[in-house]
Protein backbone atom coordinates (compact mmCIF):
# COMPACT_ATOMS: atom_id res chain seq x y z
CA UNK A 1 0.00 0.00 0.00
CA UNK A 2 1.11 3.69 -1.02
CA UNK A 3 1.42 5.70 2.01
CA UNK A 4 2.39 9.37 2.21
CA UNK A 5 4.36 8.88 -1.23
CA UNK A 6 6.05 5.91 0.37
CA UNK A 7 5.46 2.33 -0.28
CA UNK A 8 5.09 -0.02 2.91
CA UNK A 9 4.10 -3.52 3.23
CA UNK A 10 3.39 -5.70 5.95
CA UNK A 11 2.20 -9.62 6.41
CA UNK A 12 -0.45 -10.16 9.77
CA UNK A 13 0.78 -13.73 11.46
CA UNK A 14 -1.88 -13.92 13.56
CA UNK A 15 -4.28 -11.29 14.89
CA UNK A 16 -7.88 -11.32 16.41
CA UNK A 17 -9.84 -9.66 18.52
CA UNK A 18 -7.80 -10.11 22.16
CA UNK A 19 -4.97 -12.10 20.59
CA UNK A 20 -1.33 -11.28 20.32
CA UNK A 21 -0.52 -9.74 17.15
CA UNK A 22 2.96 -10.30 15.17
CA UNK A 23 3.27 -8.25 11.87
CA UNK A 24 6.29 -7.83 9.82
CA UNK A 25 6.30 -4.11 8.51
CA UNK A 26 9.07 -3.65 6.11
CA UNK A 27 12.19 -4.80 7.62
CA UNK A 28 10.67 -4.74 11.45
CA UNK A 29 9.12 -7.81 13.02
CA UNK A 30 6.54 -6.55 15.89
CA UNK A 31 5.10 -9.06 18.26
CA UNK A 32 3.26 -7.17 21.08
CA UNK A 33 0.03 -8.48 23.44
CA UNK A 34 -2.22 -6.15 21.90
CA UNK A 35 -6.09 -6.39 21.37
CA UNK A 36 -6.39 -6.07 17.23
CA UNK A 37 -8.57 -6.30 15.00
CA UNK A 38 -8.98 -6.01 11.22
CA UNK A 39 -11.15 -4.35 8.67
CA UNK A 40 -11.43 -4.19 5.02
CA UNK A 41 -11.75 -0.44 3.29
CA UNK A 42 -11.81 -0.14 -0.22
CA UNK A 43 -9.96 -3.14 -1.08
CA UNK A 44 -7.17 -2.60 1.91
CA UNK A 45 -6.83 -4.31 5.14
CA UNK A 46 -6.38 -2.26 7.98
CA UNK A 47 -5.04 -3.44 11.26
CA UNK A 48 -6.08 -1.58 14.49
CA UNK A 49 -4.12 -2.20 17.79
CA UNK A 50 -4.88 -0.96 20.95
CA UNK A 51 -2.29 -1.26 24.00
CA UNK A 52 -3.22 -3.00 27.30
CA UNK A 53 -1.92 0.20 28.85
CA UNK A 54 -4.48 2.37 30.88
CA UNK A 55 -5.16 5.26 28.68
CA UNK A 56 -4.36 3.68 25.37
CA UNK A 57 -5.87 4.63 21.98
CA UNK A 58 -6.41 2.67 19.35
CA UNK A 59 -4.13 3.15 16.35
CA UNK A 60 -3.77 1.93 13.29
CA UNK A 61 -0.66 0.25 11.97
CA UNK A 62 -0.47 3.01 9.14
CA UNK A 63 -0.34 5.28 11.94
CA UNK A 64 2.36 3.27 13.88
CA UNK A 65 4.43 3.22 11.01
CA UNK A 66 4.55 6.80 10.00
CA UNK A 67 5.75 7.45 13.31
CA UNK A 68 9.37 7.72 12.00
CA UNK A 69 10.60 7.64 8.49
CA UNK A 70 13.66 4.79 7.59
CA UNK A 71 16.12 5.63 4.41
CA UNK A 72 15.36 2.73 3.37
CA UNK A 73 11.46 3.78 2.54
CA UNK A 74 12.99 5.78 -0.07
CA UNK A 75 15.42 3.11 -1.46
CA UNK A 76 18.64 3.50 0.47
CA UNK A 77 20.60 -0.11 -0.05
CA UNK A 78 23.57 0.55 2.73
CA UNK A 79 25.60 -2.34 0.92
CA UNK A 80 28.27 0.00 0.68
CA UNK A 81 28.28 -0.51 -3.04
CA UNK A 82 25.08 1.08 -4.34
CA UNK A 83 24.82 4.71 -4.58
CA UNK A 84 22.25 5.77 -1.76
CA UNK A 85 22.89 9.09 -2.40
CA UNK A 86 19.50 10.41 -3.75
CA UNK A 87 17.86 8.11 -1.72
CA UNK A 88 19.16 9.30 1.53
CA UNK A 89 18.45 12.96 0.58
CA UNK A 90 15.29 12.46 -0.25
CA UNK A 91 14.52 10.76 3.47
CA UNK A 92 16.45 13.87 4.83
CA UNK A 93 13.79 16.51 3.21
CA UNK A 94 10.38 14.60 3.74
CA UNK A 95 11.34 13.92 7.10
CA UNK A 96 12.23 17.38 8.06
CA UNK A 97 9.41 19.14 6.00
CA UNK A 98 7.15 16.38 7.96
CA UNK A 99 9.08 16.90 11.43
CA UNK A 100 9.45 13.25 11.18
CA UNK A 101 12.54 11.15 12.84
CA UNK A 102 14.95 9.93 10.59
CA UNK A 103 16.37 6.65 10.87
CA UNK A 104 19.31 4.69 9.61
CA UNK A 105 18.84 0.57 10.13
CA UNK A 106 21.76 -1.58 10.50
CA UNK A 107 21.70 -4.89 7.98
CA UNK A 108 22.63 -6.78 11.16
CA UNK A 109 26.29 -6.39 10.88
CA UNK A 110 27.68 -3.12 10.29
CA UNK A 111 26.06 -1.34 7.33
CA UNK A 112 27.80 1.16 5.05
CA UNK A 113 25.60 4.09 3.61
CA UNK A 114 27.81 4.86 0.40
CA UNK A 115 26.87 8.70 -1.20
CA UNK A 116 29.06 10.24 -3.75
CA UNK A 117 28.11 13.88 -2.83
CA UNK A 118 26.82 15.94 -0.08
CA UNK A 119 23.71 15.62 1.85
CA UNK A 120 22.23 18.43 2.97
CA UNK A 121 20.12 19.32 6.14
CA UNK A 122 18.40 23.03 6.53
CA UNK A 123 15.85 22.11 8.77
CA UNK A 124 15.88 20.73 12.35
CA UNK A 125 15.84 17.10 12.22
CA UNK A 126 16.40 13.99 14.34
CA UNK A 127 18.24 11.82 12.64
CA UNK A 128 19.85 8.21 14.02
CA UNK A 129 21.59 5.74 13.74
CA UNK A 130 21.64 1.82 15.45
CA UNK A 131 25.19 3.31 16.69
CA UNK A 132 28.50 4.09 16.03
CA UNK A 133 30.11 0.75 15.07
CA UNK A 134 27.15 -0.34 13.50
CA UNK A 135 25.79 2.75 10.64
CA UNK A 136 28.33 4.55 8.81
CA UNK A 137 27.91 6.87 6.16
CA UNK A 138 30.69 6.67 3.64
CA UNK A 139 30.95 9.52 1.15
CA UNK A 140 33.17 9.01 -1.86
CA UNK A 141 34.65 11.74 -4.47
CA UNK A 142 34.75 14.67 -2.60
CA UNK A 143 37.81 17.03 -2.63
CA UNK A 144 39.31 19.00 -0.43
CA UNK A 145 36.49 21.96 1.40
CA UNK A 146 33.57 19.96 0.68
CA UNK A 147 31.57 18.11 3.48
CA UNK A 148 29.78 14.63 3.64
CA UNK A 149 26.75 15.92 5.49
CA UNK A 150 26.05 19.94 5.36
CA UNK A 151 24.15 20.71 8.57
CA UNK A 152 23.26 24.64 7.65
CA UNK A 153 20.43 26.55 9.35
CA UNK A 154 20.68 29.71 7.78
CA UNK A 155 17.78 29.61 5.26
CA UNK A 156 15.36 28.30 8.17
CA UNK A 157 16.44 31.44 10.36
CA UNK A 158 15.95 29.43 13.93
CA UNK A 159 17.90 26.46 13.71
CA UNK A 160 17.41 23.98 17.04
CA UNK A 161 16.24 21.37 19.02
CA UNK A 162 17.66 18.63 16.77
CA UNK A 163 19.66 15.59 17.28
CA UNK A 164 21.78 13.40 15.64
CA UNK A 165 23.11 10.41 17.03
CA UNK A 166 24.82 6.67 16.14
CA UNK A 167 26.82 6.99 13.27
CA UNK A 168 29.98 7.38 11.84
CA UNK A 169 31.09 9.48 9.17
CA UNK A 170 34.12 8.38 6.67
CA UNK A 171 34.94 11.19 3.76
CA UNK A 172 37.81 10.34 2.00
CA UNK A 173 39.59 13.76 0.71
CA UNK A 174 36.82 15.84 2.00
CA UNK A 175 35.42 16.58 5.51
CA UNK A 176 32.95 15.04 7.63
CA UNK A 177 30.20 17.05 9.15
CA UNK A 178 29.92 21.34 8.73
CA UNK A 179 27.48 22.24 11.55
CA UNK A 180 26.62 26.10 10.76
CA UNK A 181 23.78 28.25 12.72
CA UNK A 182 22.38 25.69 14.84
CA UNK A 183 21.57 25.77 17.83
CA UNK A 184 20.36 24.01 20.88
CA UNK A 185 20.93 20.49 19.23
CA UNK A 186 22.80 17.79 20.09
CA UNK A 187 25.23 15.61 18.63
CA UNK A 188 25.89 11.86 20.63
CA UNK A 189 27.70 8.56 19.44
CA UNK A 190 29.51 9.89 16.20
CA UNK A 191 33.03 8.80 14.63
CA UNK A 192 34.81 10.36 12.37
CA UNK A 193 37.15 8.47 10.26
CA UNK A 194 38.98 8.36 6.94
CA UNK A 195 38.96 12.12 6.04
CA UNK A 196 40.85 15.15 6.18
CA UNK A 197 38.83 17.32 8.86
CA UNK A 198 36.25 16.05 11.20
CA UNK A 199 33.69 18.61 12.26
CA UNK A 200 33.71 22.31 11.24
CA UNK A 201 31.98 24.06 13.62
CA UNK A 202 30.54 28.14 12.22
CA UNK A 203 28.46 31.05 11.92
CA UNK A 204 26.71 33.62 13.58
CA UNK A 205 24.17 31.38 15.21
CA UNK A 206 25.48 28.53 16.51
CA UNK A 207 25.11 28.51 20.53
CA UNK A 208 24.09 25.62 23.34
CA UNK A 209 24.82 22.45 21.62
CA UNK A 210 26.10 19.55 23.15
CA UNK A 211 28.66 17.04 21.65
CA UNK A 212 28.53 13.45 23.77
CA UNK A 213 30.76 10.49 22.82
CA UNK A 214 32.34 12.13 19.85
CA UNK A 215 35.51 10.40 18.76
CA UNK A 216 38.04 9.77 16.35
CA UNK A 217 37.80 5.93 14.61
CA UNK A 218 40.50 5.86 12.60
CA UNK A 219 42.94 9.06 12.12
CA UNK A 220 41.99 12.49 10.15
CA UNK A 221 45.17 13.83 8.71
CA UNK A 222 43.68 17.65 9.15
CA UNK A 223 41.89 18.69 12.66
CA UNK A 224 39.18 16.60 13.96
CA UNK A 225 37.13 20.08 15.59
CA UNK A 226 37.43 23.02 13.89
CA UNK A 227 35.21 26.25 15.37
CA UNK A 228 36.33 29.27 12.77
CA UNK A 229 34.85 32.29 11.55
CA UNK A 230 32.31 31.63 14.74
CA UNK A 231 30.41 34.81 15.98
CA UNK A 232 26.88 33.43 17.07
CA UNK A 233 27.23 32.80 20.86
CA UNK A 234 29.13 30.15 23.42
CA UNK A 235 27.71 27.74 25.45
CA UNK A 236 29.12 24.61 23.68
CA UNK A 237 29.30 21.61 25.58
CA UNK A 238 31.37 18.21 25.53
CA UNK A 239 31.64 14.70 27.21
CA UNK A 240 33.40 12.01 26.86
CA UNK A 241 35.02 12.92 23.35
CA UNK A 242 38.35 12.08 21.49
CA UNK A 243 39.65 14.33 19.10
CA UNK A 244 42.77 13.01 17.57
CA UNK A 245 44.15 13.29 13.99
CA UNK A 246 46.77 15.69 13.31
CA UNK A 247 45.17 18.66 15.30
CA UNK A 248 42.68 17.44 17.93
CA UNK A 249 40.53 20.89 18.97
CA UNK A 250 41.40 23.94 17.21
CA UNK A 251 39.68 27.76 17.57
CA UNK A 252 40.44 30.41 15.43
CA UNK A 253 41.59 33.67 15.33
CA UNK A 254 38.34 35.28 13.67
CA UNK A 255 36.32 33.19 16.35
CA UNK A 256 34.59 35.02 19.43
CA UNK A 257 32.46 32.54 22.20
CA UNK A 258 32.39 31.75 26.17
CA UNK A 259 31.58 28.94 28.00
CA UNK A 260 33.18 26.00 26.11
CA UNK A 261 32.90 23.08 28.89
Request: with cysteine.
Amino acid sequence: QQVAGMWRSWWLVCAGPGVAATFCAGNHLFSSALTSSCTSIGGDLIISNTGSGIGAVTRTVQSRLLDRVSVKDFGAVGDGVTDDTAAIQAAIDYAQDNLLPLYFLSNGASSYYKTTATLNITKPLVMFGEGSRMVTIWCEGLTAGQYAINIDGTAFGTFGQGRFEGFTVRAGLGDCIRIKNVSSTQFRDIGLRNSVNGIFYTGTRCFSNDFSKIKVVTALTGISFKMEAHTGGGHHSFYDCSFGGSSGFSITSDTVTDTVN
